[in-house]
């Protein structure tokens, strides 16, 4: 999948019921950013339930590039809850 950049202003995403929806979830059931385990704990969590639901054919996509966005996104949560964490810089 070819990735491209794609620009947003705040309008877009003040005016986006999607992004609402995003911003009050967060706030319910916030994830701890500066926690690498939890971060990979939610996002191994999401990519299961949306691989069993595209396998239960349980989500439908409208056009190929729903559907590539969707498959781009679930590939880059894959490759951070997969990628092995470099050896510490600490010396004990």
Same mark, same amino acid.
């Given at each position: 999948m070819e990735s491209k950049s794609i620009t947003c202003s705040d309008d877009d995403l003040e005016n986006s019921p999607t992004f609402q929806k995003l911003v009050v979830? *967060? #706030? $319910? =059931?916030?994830?701890? *950013?500066?926690?690498? &385990?939890?971060? =990979?704990? +939610? $996002? +191994?969590? =999401? $990519?299961? &339930? $949306?691989? #069993?639901a595209l396998d239960n054919k349980t989500i439908k996509f409208e056009n190929r590039a729903d559907e590539g966005a969707f498959f781009q996104l679930m590939l880059t949560c894959r490759t951070i809850v997969s990628q092995i964490p470099p050896p510490s810089n600490t010396k004990h």
């Open positions: 979830l *967060s #706030r $319910l =059931d916030p994830i701890n *950013s500066c926690n690498q &385990t939890e971060v =990979d704990q +939610a $996002l +191994a969590q =999401d $990519l299961i &339930t $949306l691989v #069993r």
